[in-house]
Structures are given as structure tokens and as C-alpha cells.
């Protein structure tokens, strides 16, 4: 697995006037990847989108490593990078503590006679939007410190798709701390995402050891 990020070039707004919705950002990954690209080969990407005082880094965990000078598409140029993620992914510790950050579409099914599958209704109640969190950390592998969890931002974001109608999706960001309880299935959840639309920019999980534990 390989870890990657580039400095989105947001002072270039004409090189940046296409990444105007969800899937772009999309098209942006998959292109990053010509050899895929070229060969119609589609492997799991997560990414998101993440600021960091008045910059914006596209950041991208995937089993292979990019091509940088695409990835450069809409980046700075000179600023993008890539390193091997799985000496990080072995340390992680089951019992260990760590600071999480995670980029989710939080949702629930609804039943719906008037449809085969239901429906789909994002959750935009901070205390649904936690409770989505805190419900799905036990199947990959963890346990929340609940309260040192946070909803850092919620918004809604557009994605297009050809000959169908705009879709505004919830995104909502969690940052907080917490316990690895299985290390395998936790292994899975990094590099496998949590929950929907994860071809969007949804469902990256990263964390960072906590400093003393």
C-alpha cells in the first residue's frame, strides 16, 4: 500500500476551474494511475480532500503508487509525494492508542414500499452523525474515546454524472482518539474505508500515534 498527497494549486484558478464537483476529483485519482487507466483496471483509491491552515492537499492511500507528475494535474507542481504505507500500517499496536481523522458519508436506510432498495437519507443531526461513527467501530476494529470525538465540518458536495441529475452528498469530517481492539480488521478499515461513496471521497480513515501513550 502507498500513502500520497499533493498541495492542491488553488491560487491557479484556470488549471483548477474543472474541480467543480465530486467526480472530478474522481476522474483526477483514477487518471493518476495511467497504467490502470490505459488498461480499463480499477483498483480501490481512497482519498480525501484535507486543510491545513490556508492550504488544501489531496491525500490518497491505494495499493499502487502514482504517477507523481499526474497527480501534479491540479497540484503545485513540486509538491507531490508518495511512500510506502505498510512499515506504518505493521506498527499500529491492538490495544494502542491513536488520533484519528476520518472523512465519512454518514446515512441510513430507510424502507420505502415504493422502492426496491429504500431509501437512502444522510444523517444531519450532529448526534446521528456521531451515533453513525460509534456504531460501526466495533466491526473495524476499534474503540472511540466518545468523548474526545468531534464533527470538525459538515457540508454538502456536488457530484455529476452524465445524463443524470446533480447529486449533493453529506460530507461530514470526525477527528478524536482512539483503542485498536483488531488489528486485522482494523488494518482493513485504513485501507478499505468506512461506509459509502468511497470512490467519492469518502471513508479515509488515517491516524497518528498519541504522543506519550
Not at 59 to 82: F, H, I, N
Not at 99 to 121: I, Q
Not at 176 to 196: H, M, N, P, Q, V
Request: some cysteine; charged content about 30%.
Amino acid at each position: 500500500m502507498y500513502i500520497s498527497r499533493v498541495e492542491i494549486d488553488r491560487a491557479n484558478r484556470q488549471k483548477i476551474r474543472e474541480l467543480n464537483h465530486l467526480g472530478a476529483y474522481h476522474h483526477w485519482v483514477e487518471q493518476s494511475f495511467p497504467n490502470e487507466w490505459e488498461g480499463h483496471i480499477r483498483t480501490r483509491k481512497l482519498w480525501r480532500i484535507d486543510r491545513l491552515g490556508n492550504r488544501e492537499y489531496l491525500l490518497l492511500v491505494s495499493e499502487a503508487a502514482p504517477d507523481l507528475s499526474k497527480l501534479e494535474t491540479y497540484g503545485v507542481v513540486g509538491s507531490a509525494q508518495t511512500k510506502s504505507y505498510d512499515a506504518f500500517l505493521q506498527s499500529l499496536q491492538e490495544r494502542g492508542c491513536y488520533r484519528f481523522k476520518l472523512t465519512a458519508n454518514p446515512v441510513k436506510s430507510e424502507a420505502d414500499r415504493s422502492r426496491k432498495r429504500g431509501r437512502v437519507l444522510p444523517l444531519c443531526r450532529q448526534e446521528e452523525q456521531l451515533q453513525f461513527l460509534a456504531e460501526r467501530a466495533d466491526k473495524n476494529g476499534f474503540v472511540l474515546q466518545e468523548e474526545t470525538v468531534t464533527v470538525t465540518e459538515s457540508t454538502r458536495e456536488i457530484l455529476k454524472k452524465t445524463g443524470k441529475a446533480d447529486v449533493r452528498l453529506l460530507k461530514v469530517t470526525y477527528e478524536g482518539i482512539l483503542a485498536i481492539t483488531d488489528k486485522e480488521k482494523f488494518l482493513s478499515t485504513l485501507t478499505e474505508g468506512i461506509g459509502r461513496k468511497k470512490a467519492y471521497g469518502f471513508g479515509l480513515m488515517t491516524v497518528i500515534p498519541l504522543l506519550g501513550a
